[in-house]
């Protein structure tokens, strides 16, 4: 899309209505906010009733600001719920995940009766080792069938599931091994990444050295490398649970039981070890995904392109799609392992109807070029979602354009690890979507924009995001430190959940999520959202990827520092970077306004990356303010920012 087609797209207020066919067989219908405004707590109460319960609540929502409990009186398995119930009705048979290795040619197809099977003999080796309900099992696992298996065993037996994701360090996952006292540990000897076996054995016998409570350690051979081994505690996976019986019958837990913790990454303090209760976590995920994705159980195949380490893969590859009885993709490797059309062969080869990912991921398809997935045939595809930070509207344009052929709804998701599930989203089939913008908040979600004082602000403005009242899938407190809890969250505006992101609203009501709100910056008394300026250097054609931070100025108070990778062509073709940085410059002005012109632009290949694909901006504060850099050991690339600093050492301040 050329810069002035998308400019007239933007400026006139273009949207994209559901087709009439896709409306007319869409899960959901517009009736359903109606329903879900006049008693969202019963509307709540609705949906819960679809899980199996073993003892049906007869409870809904009981709120002690902050804390909340709903369908306290009911006892229900979440394992039971995703994998059991499914089997029962007949569909055994049915497939659960295609399972697609790093390494083209390798793949496995595990049916749903295969999955119980598979499940039960992993909680029976479990409670073998010694877990019980309420223990905690740390799980550091790449993206193997085996990870999805050992998620289930553990909340099977009503013990807590704390995932780190496989990328992080020794130290990382120490930290949060003591932190929840977890006293067992499943892991790999490895994992694949573009062909080459990449160890996380060593990480696993480096943190247990200063957790002296573990007491078993559960390891599935991947990669077949040697191994440090700790007789009496290590385990092959193969040795233990292949001799397992195939049947288990499970136990029934309170809807209020814990069932995972799951730790924020991102901060320097202490992590937070964020935790979810089984009833009211698996009514918000299953039905979000019903609703928001239109999935059809019995016709689509769902890739959510995530890892399990975060909460994008709890709720939306194991708990939402399987307590559905969804047929998914599950793919170990990166977006070019094997070609940087791998992606697009995964969805041609497996029929893939509903994708959903990252837009960082889609700007780096977007880098890559339109002819790779033009190469393929998507005509499956007839649903795309993304996740975990606002798109920019030219990477919606191209994500609709390229992979979704114009034809496919996209859903824009908005959410955190607290909330659970998705909070604000549109429902395909019901909501006209504009590019760049979350839409509207979810049925039962009171979601609103406020004002510093805490007054909600009308269309045309912004300000913080807030939740007013509970919903089923938010978390119960941080682990172990319900203080922290209530100064972290409530505290800002009492009575209100607050979410830490700016928003606004535009003209017609629709929410525009603008980041993290220690993202906002502070340019000659004007308060300018990263994100804005993001969006407007990425508008621009040459430009792939933007991250935009803040920095200290003796003038303005704080200056605009953009660090910028440029699309492959605009690479070939440029020679003077004077030129295209001050091109991108004047562009910001004309987008935004002179205000926001930046004061230094730094081009450079790569950005510092988090392994789940984040930009690290904390990192490049540092390198903007010319201070020492903290931890670097999450970033799937150490060395990029290191090479980001020394460009800012051989480039100077702008005149203007």
Request: charged content about 20%; glycine content about 8%.
């Amino acid at each position: 899309m050329t810069e002035a087609k998308l400019e007239a797209l933007l400026n006139e207020g273009r949207s994209f209505a559901p087709s009439a066919q896709f409306a007319q067989q869409a899960n959901a219908q517009p009736s359903i906010y109606a329903q879900a405004a006049a008693d969202p707590v019963a509307w709540w109460k609705s949906q819960a009733d679809q899980l199996t319960w073993t003892t049906t609540p007869t409870k809904s929502l009981e709120w002690d600001l902050p804390f909340a409990k709903w369908f306290s009186d009911g006892t229900l398995n979440a394992s039971y719920n995703c994998v059991d119930r499914h089997v029962a009705a007949g569909k055994g048979d049915k497939v659960a995940f295609h399972w697609i290795a790093d390494a083209e040619g390798e793949s496995r197809t595990i049916t749903y009766a295969q999955l119980q099977k598979l499940v039960s003999q992993a909680a029976n080796a479990l409670s073998e080792l010694g877990v019980v309900s309420g223990d905690r099992v740390a799980v550091y696992m790449p993206m193997i069938p085996e990870a999805v298996v050992t998620m289930l065993a553990i909340v099977r037996l009503g013990a807590i599931h704390s995932v780190v994701f496989a990328g992080f360090s020794a130290e990382a996952l120490s930290s949060r091994i003591i932190d929840s006292d977890c006293q067992f540990v499943v892991t790999a000897d490895g994992a694949f990444r573009r062909g080459a076996p990449s160890p996380l054995k060593p990480a696993v016998d480096e943190a247990l050295a200063s957790c002296p409570n573990v007491k078993a350690v559960l390891v599935v051979r991947r990669t077949g490398g040697e191994v440090d081994w700790k007789d009496g505690r290590d385990h092959w996976w193969h040795e233990v649970v292949d001799r397992q019986s195939e049947e288990h019958v499970c136990e029934s837990f309170p809807a209020e039981h814990t069932m995972f913790i799951m730790y924020t990454s991102g901060t320097t303090a202490k992590p937070k070890g964020i935790f979810h209760t089984t009833g009211g976590y698996l009514t918000h995920v299953s039905t979000t995904y019903r609703l928001i994705f239109d999935v059809k159980p019995d016709l689509d195949v769902c890739w959510t392109a995530a890892d399990i380490g975060w909460i994008t893969g709890h709720s939306y590859i194991v708990y939402g799609p399987l307590i559905n009885g969804a047929t998914q993709v599950m793919y170990e490797g990166l977006p070019d392992s094997g070609g940087r059309d791998r992606w697009w062969k995964i969805v041609e080869e497996n029929k893939v109807s509903i994708l959903y990912t990252a837009p960082t991921t889609i700007r780096t398809l977007m880098k890559w070029g339109g002819e790779h997935p033009a190469g393929h045939d998507l005509s499956t595809l007839r649903l795309l979602g993304t996740v975990g930070e606002p798109i920019n509207p030219e990477a919606w344009m191209w994500y609709r354009e390229h992979i979704g052929g114009d034809r496919c709804p996209i859903v824009d998701t908005w959410w955190q690890t607290e909330t659970g599930g998705i909070l604000i989203s549109p429902l395909p089939g019901i909501t006209a979507t504009k590019p760049g913008a979350a839409m509207t908040p979810f049925p039962g979600i009171s979601a609103d924009i406020v004002d510093n004082d805490g007054n909600s602000v009308g269309n045309g403005e912004g300000g913080y995001l807030v939740l007013t009242q509970p919903w089923p899938g938010m978390t119960r407190g941080i682990y172990g430190d319900p203080e922290r809890f209530k100064e972290t969250y409530w505290s800002r505006f009492p009575g209100k959940y607050f979410a830490g992101d700016g928003a606004k609203r535009d003209k017609d009501g629709a929410y525009w999520l603008l980041g993290r709100i220690d993202d906002v910056m502070n340019i000659s008394g004007h308060r300018l959202s990263t994100t804005e300026v993001e969006h407007a250097l990425v508008s621009h054609p040459s430009v792939a990827e933007a991250a935009v931070v803040g920095a200290s100025d003796d003038t303005t108070g704080q200056a605009i520092v953009a660090f910028v990778t440029l699309r492959l062509s605009a690479e070939d073709a440029t020679g003077d970077q004077t030129a295209i940085v001050e091109e991108l410059r004047t562009h910001v002005a004309k987008v935004i306004g002179p205000i926001a012109k930046p004061r230094q632009i730094i081009l450079t290949p790569e950005l510092p990356k988090t392994r789940s694909g984040k930009i690290m901006r904390r990192l490049l504060r540092d390198v903007a303010e010319n201070r020492s850099l903290g931890d670097v050991t999450t970033l799937t690339d150490p060395t990029v920012v290191n090479m980001i600093a020394g460009l800012m050492e051989t480039k100077g301040d702008s005149d203007d």
